[in-house]
């Protein structure tokens, strides 16, 4: 039998209802993968062991009474950006260092009321600010596939705790590609969910019009699961679009959908891309033959805006990031410096409090949105980002049915590689952002890995609301 | 573009932001570097084109305006987690007793 922590959510579910182990033994020998890597991955900021056992006994107590639902004794991790009652959140910002919620956010609780086993808080870039977890004020996080690489961002806790064993699926947030590009370099998958499914209420805010929460676990029909439970309209959040959630799971499994005759778009802006590696591109061209193969179109498209897509992001989210993080003042919670006054009090506990990106976005945000720029950059900006959605709104229906790409332009990067060019660091998200401003479902899947070893992940884009089609043609190129 | 460190002390100062010299040295080349880069966007014509604030395409959400009350723990955990108090009300610095 496989190790326990390397299950997925679908094998655990039956070997706990077959009784073959129970969420102790589950839950203990995560544990113990953490307190034997973490010290080097660095995954967790903080372990709730004791809370896990708790959580994990009584989850045994429920499926002796036959009372089990789908992720019931399952262990699982969630960002630090993300709201646990009683768990400290950090966000992975000093200022937050002591920061304990007083509730869950509304994904984290439908998760728990099914009886799934918190084992811990993953580290992440602070707020959510990067795309290689270096920007964390509680040190990187190292790819376990090769530790002198990075884990990805800014939710590269989350995909190393999976790819490591430490939990059997993590809970992210994708703002600009913040769930895909780690799952990518960790060789998971990863959903950002279409904007408006799933409710944001306790999820610390970055950039509230892209913001997304979702799912990162080792299989596409893993990430259904939880999708199912996830979504849902939330009288908390009003941006969450009142629609029935599809029945995911069935429709990952059964014939209800048919590669054959699928149309799959091919944007040749993507594969066009100066610097797009070799081994990713073969990789691709592999996962379009399987396609072809198993009775599907591919479609030549252009969406021509893409390379807009940066600059826009670049521009909307610091502001928005700029305007969100005005509440992370010290005063009501969260770490506070030596003061004389209130200006102070404000702006010594941000200097200790924020890394450096932050601080940089703060200041880029805060610049975009200051009188007399407001229309040269924040407004043209979304003007952009209307042009960029419109090169979606194009192709979807007319021309096809979903849009193949790659998750990134090149595998894992080394730790340091690229931590003191902002810019540079800003370009490995070239491909997740465009639809992360156009607000559509986006999923990465793992498509194989390069000669030296590091994963390769490709992204399914649907149409708004389309997760149903990203998710079977997910499960097909993980399965066929 | 060019920003100057005294354009990047006015914005740390808007942005409640203490930097150190080394710091606003830094930003004003990275700021620059960026706003640079995204000068591109200019090259897209974007007359009489809508802004995206946001996807859904949802309106004027609503609810009633109800007070929801939190139970004593909840409050207690809020309270506890005050930078300054004093009983159960935040303390802080006078707001206009400083320039």
């Known amino acids: ?480 | 573009m060019q920003l100057t460190p005294l354009e990047v002390k006015k914005i740390a100062t808007l942005a409640r932001l203490s930097l150190s010299e080394e710091e606003t040295q830094s930003y004003a080349e990275q700021l620059t570097a960026i706003f640079g880069y995204v000068e591109m966007l200019n090259e897209v014509d974007t007359e009489g084109v809508e802004e995206t604030c946001q996807v859904t395409g949802l309106q004027d959400v609503v609810r009633e305006d109800i007070v929801v009350d939190c139970d004593e723990e909840t409050k207690k955990q809020l309270v506890e987690a005050f930078s300054d108090k004093k009983g159960q009300l935040l303390q802080v610095k006078g707001v206009f007793s400083a320039e």
Do not use: W
């Open chain 1, 1 to 480: 039998m496989k190790q326990l922590h390397t299950l997925t959510i679908v094998e655990a579910r039956k070997g706990l209802d077959a009784k073959e182990f129970t969420s102790v033994e589950l839950t203990t020998a995560c544990l113990n993968r953490i307190k034997e890597r973490n010290g080097e991955i660095n995954a967790f900021i903080t372990v709730t062991e004791e809370l896990a056992l708790e959580e994990a006994k009584k989850a045994d107590e429920i499926i002796a009474r036959g009372e089990q639902q789908m992720l019931t004794g399952i262990p699982f991790g969630v960002k630090d950006a993300i709201c646990t009652k009683g768990v400290r959140s950090t966000a992975s910002a000093k200022i937050l260092d002591n920061y304990v919620p007083s509730f869950d956010a509304t994904v984290i609780a439908r998760i728990r009321a099914q009886g799934a086993v918190l084992v811990g808080k993953q580290n992440c870039d602070a707020f959510g600010h990067g795309a290689s977890n270096e920007n964390s004020m509680y040190g990187p996080v190292r790819n376990p596939h090769d530790t002198t690489k990075v884990s990805g961002g800014s939710s590269g806790g989350s995909a190393a705790a999976v790819a490591d064993g430490m939990c059997l699926f993590s809970i992210a947030e994708d703002t600009g590609g913040s769930i895909r590009q780690p799952a990518a370099f960790c060789g998971l998958a990863g959903l950002r969910p279409s904007y408006g499914r799933n409710s944001r209420y306790g999820i610390m805010p970055m950039a509230s019009s892209l913001d997304t929460v979702g799912p990162i676990a080792r299989t596409s029909e893993d990430i259904a699961i939880l999708m199912e439970i996830m979504a849902g309209v939330d009288p908390l959040d009003a941006t969450t679009v009142p629609v029935e959630t599809p029945l995911y799971t069935d429709e990952v499994k059964s014939q209800m959908l048919n590669v054959k005759g699928l149309r799959v778009g091919i944007p040749k802006e993507y594969f066009e891309l100066e610097g797009l590696d070799p081994e990713i591109r073969a990789a691709l061209e592999q996962s379009m033959e399987t396609l072809k193969a198993a009775g599907a179109t591919l479609v030549d498209i252009s969406l021509p805006h893409t390379k807009y897509a940066i600059p826009t992001y670049y521009i909307v989210v610091p502001s928005e990031d700029s305007s969100n993080l005005g509440r992370i003042d010290s005063i009501r919670y969260g770490a506070q410096t030596a003061h004389d006054d209130l200006y102070g009090a404000y702006a010594n506990s941000r200097r200790d409090g924020f890394p450096n990106e932050v601080k940089r976005r703060i200041m880029i945000g805060t610049y975009a949105l200051s009188a007399g720029y407001y229309d040269a950059y924040y407004r043209k900006a979304q003007k952009v980002r209307t042009k960029i959605r419109q090169d979606f709104d194009t192709v979807f229906g007319a021309q096809v049915d979903v849009i193949l790409t790659p998750t990134t332009p090149t595998p894992a990067f080394g730790v340091g590689e690229k931590s003191n060019d902002p810019l540079a660091m800003y370009l490995a998200d070239v491909f997740v952002s465009p639809s992360a401003l156009a607000g559509l479902p986006s999923l990465s899947v793992p498509v194989g890995k390069t000669s030296s070893g590091l994963p390769i992940g490709a992204q399914l884009i649907g149409p708004m609301m389309g997760e149903s089609v990203v998710l079977f043609l997910g499960h097909q190129l993980q399965n066929i």
